[in-house]
Nanobody
Framework: QVQLMESGGGLVQAGDSLRLSCAAS????????VGWFRQAPGKEREFVSS?????????YADSVKGRFTISSANTKNTVVNLQMNALKPEDTAVYYC????????????????WGTGTQVTVSS
């Protein structure tokens, strides 16, 4: 089992930046693909970004490309950050960190482990 915990959410104004962090614990001796998803009120959970298990491949949703950057603090992806710049009100959502045993994953059902989420609110 892998446990994930997100941190770094908060209330900011449009144009501001935030950095989310995802910390993994438990069975982390093998590297996982780690992804970020978000869910706004009344909407389905959607893919935001992911980093492959090797750390060499990065993926972004079109809506955040050029504004968000995913990175890993180590080779096993046990700490993965999401730097969010130029935030917009439409980025408001609960952000979830997830881990997949697949080397690359961008779909919700490819992820077996999930954190409990952190709220990001962007005011206009």
């Amino acid at each position: 089992q892998v446990q994930l915990m997100e941190s770094g959410g908060g209330l900011v104004q449009a144009g501001d930046s935030l950095r989310l962090s995802c910390a993994a614990s438990g069975r982390t001796f093998e590297p996982y693909c780690v992804g970020w998803f978000r869910q706004a009120p009344g909407k389905e959970r959607e893919f935001v970004s992911s980093i492959s298990s090797t750390g060499r491949n990065l993926y972004y949703a079109d809506s955040v490309k050029g504004r968000f950057t995913i990175s890993s603090a180590n080779t096993k992806n046990t700490v993965v950050n999401l730097q969010m710049n130029a935030l917009k009100p439409e980025d408001t959502a609960v952000y979830y960190c997830a881990a997949s045993r697949l080397p690359v994953a961008t779909r919700l059902n490819e992820y077996a482990y999930w954190g409990t989420g952190t709220q990001v609110t962007v005011s206009s």
